[in-house]
């Protein structure tokens, strides 16, 4: 049902009171802030560790504060702030707390924008989104709030890399980066999607640098066997299967004699390594460039780099690449073989190096004519005949093996286990699982970023900042715009300092941390947000989480979500935490889109949630937003759509007043009588429960509750001759004040007090009685010519053809048959019917 289907409105009611979002809003916020109506203690942490069953963790991901807050904002927490008041009501002592993702490229970009220092960009950012979802209305645990760029955060940021740090897993060294030229920062594999840097769209191009890396590898089992636990969409587990992609083979080593260097190279067909006739780089390989640094090399490195993966692995692209002038040893059987570089090979598969079999790879076959490189086939299609060049070739499935020494004659798999044992005798590989996962690659050369908490020393190496030492503080730099280097590496005061361990003269690490590195574990610090003596008590944490219920766009499906599950993890480990997942169920959110694009200011389609709220009512934005279709999914904003709702909140308002002052307060009066505005109520209670429990439905529960309106204001038209159902009625619309409360905060508070006298909040989630919720009759609704001429009752069991008897035997409907001919009849069964006459 839609918001604007409902009689017209009472104009004699109008004229006396109207609804006003901007007296009521104000009044219920006032409340809520100073009684702090939604914090929530962690007393029972420690008191009744045994009664975390009754706990709900509902958390929004934390916004960058850049700007102010856009309507992506506002449906993300408007779909938790719907879950934790549902959860409240039933009896659940919820955590619901807010934050900033303050660091990172999106708050220094915004500052560079704006031509503010970020530290001042940022605030100002916050000071705005704390504004607006105060306006909101916003069930936030204001008391937990923090920026990550506070130094009471990152302080434990720090901490945390220095426990990484003391067990390996966060290391330094030599690699291949992405690096874009206008951000003039590093960036992750994942930051670097489609050939260009996520933020500014610039081309990325190849750079060897000296970088921090976490050794999230380590987890990529765990990672990978642990989703099947998780109450995750089913896309997003399988996006970060994908990503993690493990795959089973064999290693292998080819060795560059002429310089004394080992390749290691992944592969699931060793079946085929006797038909290895060339080797491959990816252009991102550490090596590349020392094997052969050219001009003409560095160029189509830096070409590659800048192209999607996809396009370069595409199979209809024409196959380029260069030789490098060097050769490598294949280890079966002695052959010196070509190396080349050539964008089809990604860093991301292996080891970023190829065994080329162009008698049994389609690309590699592409490659091997391009280049007119030998093809030496070594597994037999069956029924097939060998020859120079065979014409069946790339082959691809399983056969006889051929030109394979000791192998020839085997069937390819019988012999594939075979195959990799006698390379592990030799020396010449082993046994192997391979990721697409990659180390998280962590140096960013910004300013806005958490400091490093590491120490340069030339004797001593890196020395890590002590702990009593932390936070190592973001030292105030005038100039932070991007230089190729770090704009720290310039504040020579902060840059010089002593070595830690020997006292010596020793200079900080100037990178910043990845603004992903402060979000990994932020929902860890809302359980103990103002403990200054740890990140988190231990046992506080191990009771609030793992975070009950995640609420996200799907865009962080990979990212955000990876890492936090790494760090989850990692601290576990370290005996910090009692468990190893941190988000047990997840809901992805689709997009607010317009005129069916996707908001964005170059096409002039942005539209700000302040703008809606200042003109109708944070619950008119709230409450739309939620309607217009299921919340999993994209939905197109219309204005016209947000008028409908505006109208039915006002409607409820209207007609809450209106009972308030008509009909008694006191006793319940004859609830007894099991009437049709009775049983709808009990309907909407159950629809509403089931729909918001079950499986987030926002827009069905909204639509449930107009239809309880819809009923209710008939039923008050006919009030007059049954004045003993005014009981019924004033039930009926403080049910509806209940219901559209997690939706529709303020107004859900109004009407229920109005009629009840009652915070609805303090009240537990009404109960639908079964009783109730079957009838012996409905309510048939007949029309003609498709408008509504009457309502008759039915028995619940009529068929089709009774359902018509009963339809014209209404008196208004033969009123307007009078005359006509009925050409058709439409029946929708236990529901309508309706009789197209001429």
């Known amino acids: 049902m839609r918001a604007e289907d409902h009689p017209?409105?009472?104009?004699?009611?109008?004229?006396?009171?109207?609804?006003?979002?901007?007296?009521?809003?104000?009044?219920w916020q006032r409340i809520w802030a100073q009684e702090r109506t939604w914090e929530v203690s962690n007393e029972p942490a420690a008191s009744l560790p045994a009664a975390a069953a009754d706990k709900s963790y509902v958390l929004e991901m934390l916004p960058y504060p850049s700007g102010e807050p856009h309507m992506g904002h506002l449906k993300c927490y408007s779909i938790g702030d719907a879950i934790a008041h549902f959860r409240?009501?039933?009896g659940e002592?919820?955590?619901?707390?807010?934050?900033?993702?303050?660091?990172?490229?999106?708050?220094?970009?915004?500052?560079?924008?704006?031509?503010?220092?970020?530290?001042?960009?940022?605030?100002a950012s916050i000071a705005q989104f704390r504004e607006q979802f105060r306006s909101w209305g916003i069930s936030i645990d204001w008391s937990r709030e923090f920026g990550t760029h506070e130094p009471d955060y990152y302080r434990w940021t720090q901490w945390i890399f220095l426990r990484l740090f003391e067990r390996g897993l966060a290391y330094r060294r030599d690699a291949a980066v992405k690096w874009c030229p206008t951000d003039e920062t590093v960036l992750a594999n994942e930051q670097a999607r489609d050939g260009v840097c996520e933020r500014c769209g610039t081309p990325v191009v190849a750079r060897q640098l000296e970088q921090w890396f976490f050794r999230i590898t380590d987890y990529a089992d765990r990672l990978l066997d642990d989703l099947d636990s998780l109450d995750w969409p089913e896309h997003v587990k399988t996006m970060q299967r994908n990503w993690i992609g493990r795959s089973h083979g064999a290693e292998v080593v080819f060795r560059c004699e002429e310089l004394g260097t080992d390749y290691p190279v992944f592969t699931?067909?060793?079946?085929?390594?006797f038909g290895a006739t060339f080797f491959v780089l990816a252009p991102e390989h550490p090596d590349v460039l020392k094997l052969n640094d050219s001009p003409e090399v560095r160029s189509y490195v830096d070409r590659a780099v800048a192209e999607p993966p996809e396009q370069r692995g595409s199979e209809l692209r024409e196959k380029t690449g260069i030789p490098l002038g060097r050769t490598v040893t294949n280890p079966v059987n002695g052959e010196q073989i070509p190396v080349y570089v050539a964008d089809y090979v990604l860093m991301e598969y292996g080891t970023g190096a190829i065994m080329a079999v162009p008698a049994h790879d389609e690309r590699d076959h592409e490659f091997a004519q391009a280049f007119e490189l030998p093809v030496r086939e070594v597994v037999r299609a069956p029924g097939e005949e060998g020859g120079e060049d065979p014409v069946h070739l790339p082959y691809t499935g399983d056969g006889e093996m051929v030109n394979s020494g000791r192998f020839d004659g085997r069937h390819n798999r019988d012999a594939f286990d075979e195959i990799v044992a006698w390379l592990a005798e030799e020396g010449l590989g082993r046994p192997a699982v391979s990721f697409r996962l990659r180390d998280w690659l962590i140096s960013r050369q910004r300013y806005w970023g958490c400091p490093i908490p590491i120490v340069h020393c030339e004797r001593c190496g890196l020395v890590a900042v002590p702990d009593d030492e932390l936070p190592v503080e973001l030292p105030d730099v005038q100039d932070y715009a991007p230089k190729g280097r770090s704009p720290l590496a310039a504040a020579t005061e902060w840059v010089e300092t002593e070595c830690p361990s020997c006292g010596g003269a020793a200079r900080r690490e100037t990178d910043t941390m990845d603004t992903f590195v402060d979000s990994s574990w932020y929902f860890l610090r809302y359980c103990d947000a103002r403990n200054a003596e740890a990140a988190f008590d231990r046992e506080i944490g191990d009771y609030?989480?793992?975070?009950?219920?995640?609420?996200?766009?799907?865009?962080?499906?990979i990212l955000h979500l990876m890492y936090a599950r790494f760090f989850t993890k990692a601290l576990a480990d370290l005996d910090l935490l009692g468990f190893e997942e941190p988000f047990a169920s997840l809901f992805t959110q689709g997009m607010i889109t317009r005129e069916g694009a996707k908001m964005a200011k170059s096409r002039g389609n942005v539209i700000s949630p302040r703008d809606y709220v200042e003109r109708y009512g944070a619950d008119t934005a709230r409450c739309y937003i939620l309607y217009i279709g299921p919340p999993d999914q994209d939905a197109d904003w219309s204005d016209e759509g947000v008028g409908g709702i505006h109208r039915f909140l006002a409607r409820l308002w209207r007609l809450a007043d209106e009972v308030a002052e008509q009909t008694p307060s006191e006793g319940d009066g004859d609830l007894a009588e099991p009437t049709a505005l009775l049983r709808k109520a009990h309907w909407a209670i159950g629809k509403v429960t089931s729909d918001l429990g079950e499986r987030f439905a926002f827009n069905t529960a909204i639509a449930a509750v107009i239809e309880l309106v819809n009923d209710a204001y008939r039923y008050k038209d006919e009030l007059a001759a049954r004045p003993a159902g005014a009981p019924q009625l004033r039930f009926a619309v403080a049910t509806a004040g209940s219901l559209i409360f997690p939706f529709a905060p303020h107004l859900g508070s109004e009407v229920y007090e109005l009629l009840t006298g009652a915070r609805v909040w303090e009240q537990p989630w009404p109960e639908a009685d079964p009783a109730l919720l079957t009838s012996e009759t409905f309510e048939l609704i007949v029309q003609v010519n498709g408008k509504l001429r009457d309502r008759v009752a039915a028995p619940a069991d009529a068929s089709q053809e009774d359902q018509e008897r009963l339809a014209l035997g209404s008196e208004k409907v033969a009123a307007q048959l009078d005359g006509g001919q009925i050409v058709k009849t439409v029946v929708v069964p236990g529901r309508l019917v309706n009789f197209v006459v001429r």
């Open 8 to 27: 017209p409105a009472d104009n004699l009611l109008i004229a006396m009171r109207r609804y006003d979002p901007t007296q009521i809003e104000p009044k």
């Open 88 to 90: 409240r009501r039933r």
């Open 93 to 123: 002592r919820v955590l619901h707390p807010m934050g900033y993702d303050a660091f990172g490229l999106p708050a220094e970009n915004h500052a560079i924008k704006t031509g503010r220092h970020p530290r001042e960009s940022t605030e």
């Open 268 to 273: 699931t067909r060793p079946d085929t390594l």
């Open 544 to 557: 609030w989480m793992p975070v009950d219920q995640y609420i996200g766009g799907v865009e962080h499906a």
